[in-house]
């Protein structure tokens, strides 16, 4: 085997839903030129995905790949999950892609990425364009993030090279020196919905810029896992911003509070009228809200206001 470039993450969790779009997602990876190592990570699912998941890989054809499979006593969630799949990692390799289970790479987008990295050394974080899984629409370029914390995914593809706040956790490719610095790639209780975006603020507060590249990357059926709209997914939804509400230094620290008790359930589409995806909602905020002033006693803080060369 030539010397592995990249090390690609790709985590699963009960995923026999939507089984049809795991297997065309890592016969996608199989089809990377790139010498790799695949680090397959299952979040202790129970619905026989893991199962499915080994015996397809054992259908696909051989490449230049070094395959390492970790299944987890328990769910450790997106950052606990892809943070064992980064210390199960091979040291020597330069890069770490993390990809999620329910995404299709375009091909030649991944040595494209690589490439561009090679080149820019001062880059830490590189991605392209995603769209949806019919390829209909642009689902994110990057993301920039206000003041305000509110977040904007970039919905056009590129011309040239662009400088966002932080790469989408879909497929993003880290510079293995900038986690190094870290210790792992995500805080380990982030669980989901507070990943890729401190990733992006610590990498600007490091000095390492955060692209996204005028290239077609895959498509992506988003919130396979989690479920759009569940109680699960907006308690983690909430309970991110409240974390980050307390960890930032945002000047708007008392208005996002007063924000999110008067507005944002309604913003949200959260009716009171649904009081079990609402209670889930102010539930999350308010341990993350706890959870945040805890780490922030700590030492723990996230600078919003590092400087984006332009």
Same mark, same amino acid.
């Given at each position: 085997?030539?010397?592995?470039?990249?090390?690609?993450?790709?985590?699963?969790?009960?995923? =026999?839903?939507?089984?049809?779009?795991?297997?065309?997602?890592?016969? #996608?990876?199989?089809?990377? #030129?790139?010498?790799?190592?695949?680090?397959?990570?299952?979040?202790?699912?129970? *619905?026989?995905?893991?199962?499915? @998941?080994?015996?397809?890989? *054992?259908?696909?054809?051989?490449?230049?790949?070094?395959?390492?499979?970790?299944?987890?006593?328990?769910?450790?969630?997106?950052?606990?999950?892809?943070?064992?799949?980064?210390?199960?990692?091979?040291?020597?390799?330069?890069?770490?892609?993390? @990809?999620?289970?329910?995404?299709?790479?375009?091909?030649? #987008?991944?040595?494209?990425?690589?490439?561009?990295?090679?080149?820019?050394?001062?880059?830490?974080?590189?991605?392209?364009?995603?769209?949806?899984?019919?390829?209909?629409?642009?689902?994110?370029?990057?993301?920039?993030?206000?003041?305000?914390?509110?977040?904007?995914?970039?919905?056009?593809?590129?011309?040239?090279?662009?400088?966002?706040?932080?790469?989408?956790?879909?497929?993003?490719?880290?510079?293995?020196?900038?986690?190094?610095?870290?210790?792992?790639?995500?805080?380990?209780?982030?669980?989901?919905?507070?990943? *890729? =975006?401190? %990733?992006?603020?610590?990498?600007?507060?490091?000095?390492?810029?955060?692209? #996204? %590249?005028?290239?077609?990357?895959?498509?992506?059926?988003?919130?396979?896992?989690?479920?759009?709209?569940?109680?699960?997914?907006?308690?983690?939804?909430?309970?991110?911003?409240?974390?980050?509400?307390?960890?930032?230094?945002?000047?708007?620290?008392?208005?996002?509070?007063?924000?999110?008790?008067?507005?944002?359930?309604?913003?949200?589409?959260?009716?009171?009228?649904?009081?079990? %995806?609402?209670?889930?909602?102010?539930?999350?905020?308010?341990?993350?809200?706890?959870?945040?002033?805890?780490?922030?006693?700590?030492?723990?803080?996230?600078?919003?206001?590092?400087?984006?060369?332009?």
């Amino acid at each position: 085997m030539s010397q592995i470039v990249a090390s690609i993450i790709w985590l699963n969790y009960n995923s =026999m839903k939507f089984i049809n779009v795991i297997k065309r997602s890592l016969k #996608s990876i199989y089809e990377i #030129s790139l010498p790799l190592e695949l680090i397959v990570v299952d979040n202790a699912s129970t *619905d026989g995905s893991f199962e499915e @998941i080994l015996s397809y890989l *054992d259908g696909l054809e051989e490449r230049d790949f070094k395959v390492k499979v970790i299944r987890l006593s328990k769910n450790m969630g997106y950052t606990g999950g892809n943070n064992m799949g980064y210390l199960n990692s091979d040291p020597r390799t330069n890069y770490i892609a993390f @990809i999620n289970n329910d995404f299709i790479i375009c091909e030649g #987008s991944m040595e494209h990425i690589i490439s561009y990295l090679d080149v820019h050394k001062d880059v830490g974080i590189a991605q392209g364009t995603i769209y949806d899984i019919m390829k209909k629409n642009v689902d994110n370029a990057g993301f920039m993030c206000t003041e305000a914390l509110l977040n904007v995914p970039i919905k056009t593809l590129p011309s040239n090279p662009i400088y966002v706040t932080y790469a989408s956790g879909s497929y993003m490719v880290v510079r293995r020196e900038l986690i190094s610095r870290l210790g792992v790639p995500f805080d380990w209780f982030g669980f989901m919905y507070f990943d *890729d =975006m401190p %990733l992006g603020f610590k990498a600007w507060s490091m000095k390492f810029k955060v692209v #996204s %590249l005028p290239i077609e990357a895959g498509r992506h059926v988003g919130g396979a896992s989690g479920g759009i709209a569940s109680e699960k997914t907006l308690y983690y939804l909430y309970r991110g911003f409240g974390i980050l509400s307390e960890v930032s230094n945002t000047r708007y620290k008392r208005q996002l509070k007063s924000l999110f008790v008067k507005d944002l359930p309604a913003v949200s589409g959260i009716r009171a009228c649904n009081r079990r %995806l609402l209670s889930a909602a102010i539930k999350g905020f308010m341990d993350g809200f706890r959870l945040g002033a805890e780490m922030r006693r700590r030492g723990y803080h996230l600078n919003i206001y590092a400087p984006v060369d332009n």
